[in-house]
């Protein structure tokens, strides 16, 4: 089911989400489809499960296939063992980093997984973003038979909606910053309402540097007014 409205009729005390589920008549909780526009779209899925789930030690064989994909390395630089995935994200499993972990579901399968942190603990990426109290997130489809379905951008809403904003609340902006030549990406951060903003040559361990894009969700606009 297809919700869409135009932006005028978004009430002063209402973000475009609450307004979406308001206007779905108890239907939801709504996805956003495409928020880049005006009208916004947002739609009710009911083929789908969609679920997050912290990662586990029992995740990594997954997490090993997945950063080592060609579509998911070329961005990431992730050819990584399975001894270094345990060395990089069993920290945070057990508490010992604060970065957050998580496994993306479909259905009961899990397809990838994200990340998110404070920019404020990251200085490098504290340039970027306009606030200081910003929360960043990464996200990954590892499995490639679940790309270009529409089912990331309705993933990547679940988690920043149900996991992200309620974790950090109130925190004003959501930010990312993908390469500037991921175009998936980019489409699908645009389409949740992200701007964009600086771009950014952030320097690699091999002496070169990715060029980035500054990536900002408003969440009073856009996810939560309150």
Known sequence: MLIEFNRVQVRADES????ADRLAGGRGPVL????????????????H?????????????DVTSWVNTPHVARWWDEHRSAAQVAAHYGPGIRGEDAVRYWIWEVNGRSVGFSQDYRIADHPEFALLSGRPDAIGYDYVIGEAAFLDRGLGTKLLW???????????????????????????SLRVLEKLGAKQGLWFDEPQSDGGVKTVVGCSID????????
Request: no cysteine.
């Open 16 to 19: 475009w989400t609450e307004a």
């Open 219 to 226: 969440v009073r606009t856009v996810l939560r007014w309150g």
């Open 32 to 47: 956003a489809v495409d928020l880049s526009g005006d009208p916004l779209k947002f739609t009710v899925d009911e083929e």
């Open 49 to 61: 499960r969609l679920a997050m789930r912290p990662m586990t030690e029992g995740d990594f064989p």
């Open 158 to 184: 679940v988690f920043l909606r149900d996991i992200v904003v309620p974790a950090y609340h109130p925190v004003s902006e959501l930010f990312a910053a993908p390469d500037h030549r991921n175009t998936r």
